[in-house]
């Protein structure tokens, strides 16, 4: 039942999607490019989202203490990766914080900048959807049709489609702007890249499937599955300290990874299962820091159940149109 494009995994990989498009594997650079937030700057919040470290999930960008322009980071990363024998391409991924609250020209000079560069195949813009604009997602299309040769994406952290939950994780912003910025950039035809995260307290498994199904329903290109890691630093820390929340233990996370995976449309392309908490930060869950048995876990886990991406696909596809009928 596995499609053969998939090259041997039991779901959609962003390595097989890469292999298949591009001939090769391309290594991902991570910058930051020195953006903030509206939950950090003041206007919405000072504090950022509960789980976000002061590092605003930058703490994998380059160096910029010794490299302040995004060329020289681009140019620090390759160096890094100078040593593997396959793939010379790169992505340039723009993670830290928000990343197009900005002026529009400082935008698209750093997007310009990026893409410039011979060596990188596109770039991965992760950003807010509240921060998105029809002047931004002009300025991207025009940048396509200038790089016709490479590709613009982004990447929009929804977290969870409940309001109770995005309320204690101070999101900021409604359901409805994620769904809106979405059919935005699909009218434009630049590929969206959702993140959810699992294990959010309070949430529970049913919880967590019914995001999926919203997912397949409004019809996300990519999808990030995130594990809650528990930060030093954070307010969510501050949650786990005190008894008020627990991590997942990896016997549930593969299984809620699992449940998702079956639950989503086998078109959609996941471009991560677990996520890597920076090791001096990190609390909880310990056992993620082993990523490498994670993920052998979780693949040896579906052999076994004999499980696929899209297992259950059309059944999660009816419950989230029942779902809409109730609300209407």
């Known amino acids: 039942m596995i499609p053969e494009q ?18 090769e594997k391309l290594y991902k650079i991570a910058v930051d490019a020195g953006f903030t937030c509206p939950n ?7 504090d950022g989202c509960i789980f976000c470290s002061a590092g605003g999930s930058g703490e994998h960008a380059v160096n910029t203490a010794l490299h302040t322009s995004v060329r020289e980071q681009i140019a620090a990363g390759i160096a890094l990766f100078h040593h593997k024998r396959i793939g010379q391409r790169y992505i340039v991924y723009f993670q830290a914080y928000t ?24 770039i991965s813009i992760a950003t807010r959807p509240d921060c998105m604009s029809p002047d931004i997602v002009t300025m991207l299309v025009n940048l396509k049709a200038q790089f016709s040769d490479k590709f613009v994406w982004i990447e929009l952290g929804l977290q969870t489609i409940h309001e109770q939950t995005a309320v204690f994780i101070r999101r900021g912003y409604p359901l409805s702007t994620y769904d809106n910025c979405v059919r935005l950039l699909q009218q434009s035809h630049i590929p969206v890249i959702t993140h959810i995260i699992l294990g959010l307290p309070g949430e529970t498994a049913d919880d967590l499937l019914s995001t999926v199904d919203h997912l397949n329903q409004i019809g996300t290109w990519g999808v990030k ?5 528990i930060l030093s630093g954070t307010d969510l820390a501050s949650h786990y ?13 593969t299984d809620l990874v699992i449940s998702c995976l079956e639950r989503l449309s086998p078109d959609i392309v ?9 090791a001096a930060l990190l609390l909880a869950p310990l056992w993620s820091r082993n990523k490498r048995n994670v993920l052998n876990t979780l693949h040896h ?3 076994q159940r004999s499980s696929w991406q899209g297992r259950l696909y059309m059944k999660g596809l009816m419950h989230e149109s029942r779902s809409i009928g109730t609300l209407q």
């Open 40 to 46: 950090r700057d003041g206007t919405l919040g000072r």
């Open 301 to 303: 886990t579906m052999k």
């Open 241 to 253: 300290m005190m008894g008020d929340c627990a991590p997942l233990s990896q016997e549930t996370y």
């Open 99 to 122: 990343n197009t609250y900005g002026p529009l020209s400082y935008l698209r000079s750093l997007y310009t900048e990026a893409l410039l560069e011979p060596s990188v195949a596109g």
């Open 225 to 229: 599955l995130q594990l809650l890691h």
């Open 6 to 23: 998939w090259h041997g995994k039991p779901y959609y990989s962003l390595d097989a999607f890469l292999k298949n498009t591009h001939g």
């Open 270 to 278: 996941i471009h991560r299962l677990t996520g890597d908490g920076p």
